[in-house]
């Protein structure tokens, strides 16, 4: 079955940023699907932050993506995030999840990833 | 941008049906899903495209949409159904999440 890790420092200084990358094993990226990147504030609700498709496309949530670029290494089955410039407004539990479509009107995502903590602090 | 409201909580009684909504413009014009979150875990997906079940989600969870609203009925429901439900939607290539909403089962 598909699973996914995220994987990345647990802290970084404001203004620095943020990397990680989501390793996906059980299914090869390059045969499908899109791949998404969703964060949660301690706390608080969940926040798409943007999606990749196994070509290279991307698609990113408009309050971000200034500042959010998400790239895939099909050699190594992993997508990755980085999202720059970083505040304390963006510690929040970051996942990474598969995301499927139907006819492209619409997207869900399963699995998720366990969620890594990433904590913007100096 | 497009928005998805939910009520922060919910209260059920064990045994009773919960209903759990999500309201947007003209949602039922568009596709719903749900997701479970119990804490320190992962959301995991309960329903898509309104009404569709993944494997091994109970058939106490059901899905339907229509106007202004999406619902999330849960039949029988059960202690271990206690968590946050976040609707979930797909509007001009990008994926929007409603609040959350707290269930408790009392």
């Known amino acids: 079955q598909v699973q996914l890790q995220e994987s990345g420092p647990g802290l970084v200084k404001p203004s620095e940023t943020l990397s990680l990358i989501c390793t996906v094993s059980?299914?090869?990226?390059?045969?499908?699907?899109?791949w998404g990147w969703i964060r949660q504030p301690p706390g608080k609700g969940l926040q798409w932050i943007g999606s990749?498709?196994?070509?290279?496309?991307?698609y990113y949530n408009p309050s971000l993506k200034s500042r959010v670029t998400i790239s895939v290494d099909t050699s190594k089955n992993q997508f990755s995030l980085k999202l720059t410039s970083v505040t304390a407004a963006d510690t929040a539990v970051y996942y990474c999840?598969?995301?499927?479509?139907?006819?492209?009107?619409?997207?869900?995502?399963?699995?998720w990833g366990q969620g890594t903590l990433v904590t913007v602090s100096s | 941008s497009y928005e998805l409201t939910q009520p922060p909580s919910v209260s059920v009684s064990p045994g009773q049906t919960a209903s759990l909504t999500c309201s947007g413009d003209?949602?039922?014009?568009?596709?719903a899903c749900w997701y479970q979150q119990k804490p320190g875990q992962s959301p995991v997906l309960l329903i898509y495209?309104?009404?569709k079940r993944p494997s091994g989600i109970p058939e106490r969870f059901s899905g339907s949409n229509s106007g202004n609203t999406a619902t999330l009925t849960i039949s029988g429901t059960q202690a271990m159904d206690e968590a946050d439900y976040y609707c979930?939607?797909?509007?001009?290539?990008?994926?929007?999440f409603g609040a959350g909403t707290k269930l408790t089962v009392l």
């Open positions: 999840a598969r995301q499927d479509d139907y006819v492209g009107s619409v997207h869900w995502f399963d699995p």
């Open positions: 059980g299914y090869s990226i390059s045969s499908g699907y899109h």
């Open positions: 979930q939607t797909w509007d001009s290539s990008t994926v929007v």
């Open positions: 495209q309104d009404r």
């Open positions: 003209k949602l039922g014009g568009k596709y």
């Open positions: 990749i498709y196994n070509t290279g496309s991307t």
